[in-house]
């Protein structure tokens, strides 16, 4: 019988293990600073309608879409916050893809309904540039006032 070389047993080894890895279920991570999580008293389908009139009825607002994911289990929404366009653009043409807007996640957990929002410091993240937390600055009290009015908060 012949002896495998080492880089030979290495390379089954890690493929051995990523096949395992891949074949496991994947484990939910716990959200960190990149999102915004509340919970709330309403159901998923007046949180939408409370999110959806709010940028309708505000100047700076804009509401694009709403659709089902996961089968139904998730509502998701995106809002735009408009006056935050100059700043991002600022920083290249590139980063449009991340105009000003709330991406929210309405769902239940544990009989609660959980709203979830990417914290707009996430374009930060994926692309540094001075504009950009300007515009994260901008956008945060924006934001808050959106959640504060549909939640019924301060």
Known sequence: M???HPITTLALAITAALALGLAA???ASEPDNHFIIRDCEQSREDLARAIREYAENEEDWIFLAEFGL???DITALK???LPLGPDILDAGLHVGAMMPCGHIGLYEENGNTKLSMLHPKFMTTLQPHP???RAA???EPA???LLDHVLGGP
């Open 143 to 145: 934001f808050e006032a």
């Open 131 to 133: 504009s950009l937390e």
């Open 25 to 27: 279920p994947l484990a």
């Open 70 to 72: 996961a089968g139904g």
């Open 2 to 4: 012949s002896a495998q």
């Open 79 to 81: 809002v735009c916050y």
């Open 137 to 139: 600055k901008n956008a």
